[in-house]
T-cell receptor
């Protein structure tokens, strides 16, 4: 069964706007990762946040983690049409080399 | 570096046929994984290999077998394909074994079982 659940399932915004996606999980984690998947392609790693971290930035990406609420959010600022993709959160628990993926958020950025 | 490569890219099988999906990575990673992705679903782990010489079941292993041929190659075999195995299959690798570093994914194999 999936560990992470993304919300919303689909998000449509205009170019230049910010996009926020949320991920909730059920059990304790060692780290949480976000991946992007362009249509018909493999997943690409975006960012990893460890359980002892609260916020992390990478370019236009900002990830937060609240372990007390078992939730994470991914913010993409100043979105571009090229950001159109599905975004997945993945959690790493006790067996560190295994990831459990959520069902993803489909982001559409309209030019 | 090619990263993670998968062959074939597309395959159509009849029910009951067998086939092997090939995966290779050139990043000297210890850990390799096989996932399947169905419409509207995230990725589900079929099998993984934490290091050369070891394999373990994931979430959905029934109907599949794997072989970690060497450090570079990890194959997935369907012995008797069923329509329920119609899916997109992704191979991934990560480094080093025992730590959940980022995973690198191949382009996928689109399998249809009729």
């Amino acid at each position: 069964s999936q560990q992470g659940e993304e919300d919303p399932q689909a998000l449509s915004i205009q170019e230049g706007e910010n996009a926020t996606m949320n991920c909730s999980y059920k059990t304790s984690i060692n780290n949480l990762q976000w991946y992007r998947q362009n249509s018909g392609r493999g997943l690409v790693h975006l960012i990893l946040i460890r359980s002892n971290e609260r916020e992390k930035h990478s370019g236009r990406l900002r990830v937060t983690l609240d372990t007390s609420k078992k939730s994470s959010s991914l913010l993409i600022t100043a979105s571009r049409a090229a950001d159109t993709a599905s975004y997945f959160c993945a959690t790493a628990g006790g067996s560190n080399y295994k990831l459990t993926f959520g069902k993803g958020t489909l982001l559409t950025v309209n030019p | 570096n090619a990263g993670v490569t998968q062959t074939p890219k597309f395959q159509v099988l009849k029910t009951g046929q067998s086939m092997t999906l090939q995966c290779a990575q050139d990043m000297n990673h210890n850990s390799m994984y096989w996932y399947r992705q169905d419409p509207g679903m995230g990725l589900r782990l079929i099998y993984y290999s934490a290091s050369e010489g070891t394999t373990d079941k994931g979430e959905v292993p029934n109907g599949y077998n794997v072989s970690r041929l060497n450090k570079r190659e990890f194959s997935l075999r369907l012995e008797s394909a069923a329509p329920s195995q119609t899916s997109v299959y992704f191979c991934a690798s990560s480094e080093p074994g025992g730590r959940a570093y980022e995973q690198y994914f191949g382009p996928g194999t689109r399998l249809t079982v009729t």
